[in-house]
């Protein structure tokens, strides 16, 4: 069975202000590849969910860090295998510079 991904509403809406941010009139292809680039780091997540290094204030889960912005998730059945690893909950997407409650 494959893998799912779910989003929160808090991640849901990181990735919106993102889409907005890089989809302003007058952003150019350097934008779009930024926007580009943090679609890919989330069908990486999916992907490999166990790749990613641990946060270190919430031991439950992962983080990747892709055009400045944290994607923090957590992969249900973490086995430490990314071929038997469950699926994966995107809790949050940070902007650069966020006052975060993660550090990564």
């Known amino acids: ?9 808090e991640a849901r809406r990181g990735l919106e202000d993102a889409r907005l941010r890089f989809t302003q009139p ?4 350097a934008a779009r590849a930024k926007l580009r680039n943090l679609r890919v780091a989330a ?6 969910p166990c790749t990613c ?3 270190p204030d919430h031991a439950e ?8 912005y944290l994607f923090l998730y957590e992969v249900s059945r973490d086995t430490g295998s ?3 690893a469950g699926d994966v909950t995107l809790l949050a997407v940070y902007p650069p510079g966020f006052g975060r409650r993660v550090r990564p």
């Open 61 to 68: 889960c992962h983080y990747v860090i892709c055009e400045g």
């Open 82 to 84: 990314n071929a038997t």
């Open 53 to 55: 290094r641990r946060s």
């Open 1 to 9: 069975m494959p893998r799912k991904l779910m989003v929160t509403l």
């Open 26 to 29: 007058g952003n150019g292809p």
């Open 43 to 48: 069908e990486r997540i999916l992907a490999s």
